[in-house]
């Protein structure tokens, strides 16, 4: 069983998405159809949609609310993405110009405002207070790791629980609400919404990790973006962190050194440095761990071909090399 798998499972549903995703797009302003339809067209894994879809058929939904709530958590995080790089001044995501540097950051962040607001519009057709509750709660943690994730840089003195809180607040809040999503339009008992949370959750946790692992293993046409960008940005990941904690004194002060500074230039040398600590297997291995919580949140539901592709969704996140 493959990726593919996942893909052709849910290919009808996902159609139904992309063709909600191209008509909820629709303004009579032309910037806003431009930017958002740029950014949302530029390709991504939608994975955060397919946890909806994938998710409410494991759990035997037959109405059609999960295409609308699909949608929805594609908005949120592609208002996100938008935020994201006018933050972190990225030129490139997805092997591709980031919005902002086409169309400028006003024009980014006043877009990603547009993709928020009009998913809250989205997520009142369901008429359903707890879906909105959900969204709501997620889409306000997010903007706490933003702002966490914001706070810690230039920090080289972080450590793995302050980092795993990021990654939760900021990535992982919304892989737990996609997952949840399913179980709430299924009319789940508690039990079942949380043990997809809980899958949601760690399978988010594994992905993060995975991408910043990939910001120094990775190679930039895969992963689609520049490597070494957090770093520039100051970031202090996963990867590094390790590389600090496992390598030698002068491997951790050239480490330490450009995260203070946020050092694109000195790449060359962190990169060695987390290479041959060990950093790289240390951060993979944590991301396995999650994956392997994600796999044992869902093991007492009942088996099907929906919960078959969820497995295979908690394998894909750590065995990626994009």
Not at 144 to 170: C, F, H, P, S
Not at 224 to 253: F, Y
């Amino acid at each position: 069983m493959t990726i593919e798998f996942v893909k052709s499972l849910i290919a009808a549903d996902m159609q139904a998405v992309d063709q909600l995703i191209r008509d909820r797009l629709h303004s009579d302003v032309v910037l806003v159809r431009q930017v958002a339809e740029y950014i949302v067209s530029s390709g991504g894994k939608r994975l955060r949609p397919s946890l909806v879809l994938l998710s409410a058929g494991a759990l035997g939904y037959e109405g059609h609310f999960h295409h609308e709530l699909a949608a929805v958590v594609e908005f949120i995080h592609t208002a996100t993405l938008l935020h994201d790089d006018v933050v972190d001044e990225s030129s490139l995501r997805r092997g591709r110009d980031t919005a902002n540097a086409l169309f400028g950051n006003a024009a980014s962040v006043l877009v990603g405002d547009f993709l928020y607001s009009r998913a809250f519009q989205m997520m009142v057709s369901v008429n359903d207070m707890r879906v909105m509750q959900v969204l709501a709660d997620a889409t306000n943690v997010i903007a706490e790791g933003e702002v966490l994730q914001l706070m810690n840089i230039g920090d080289a003195d972080l450590d793995e629980a302050a980092y795993l809180t990021v990654i939760r607040y900021k990535t992982a809040k919304l892989f737990e609400a996609a997952a949840r999503l399913g179980a709430l339009l299924a009319k789940s008992d508690d039990k079942v919404e949380r043990a997809m949370a809980d899958y949601g959750m760690h399978l988010g946790t594994a992905f993060q990790i995975v991408d910043d692992v990939l910001d120094y293993s990775g190679d930039a046409g895969e992963i689609g973006k520049n490597l070494g960008d957090d770093l520039a940005e100051g970031k202090c990941t996963l990867p590094l962190i390790h590389a600090m904690r496992l390598g030698t004194a002068e491997q951790a002060a050239v480490v330490r050194e450009a995260i203070v500074h946020a050092q694109r230039e000195n790449f060359p040398a962190v990169l060695k440095a987390v290479r041959d600590s060990g950093a790289l297997e240390a951060a993979t291995a944590a991301a396995k761990v999650e994956a392997k919580l994600a796999l044992d949140a869902i093991a007492t539901l009942p088996d099907n071909d929906h919960i078959k592709a969820l497995r295979q969704l908690a394998t894909f996140a750590v065995e990626r090399n994009s």
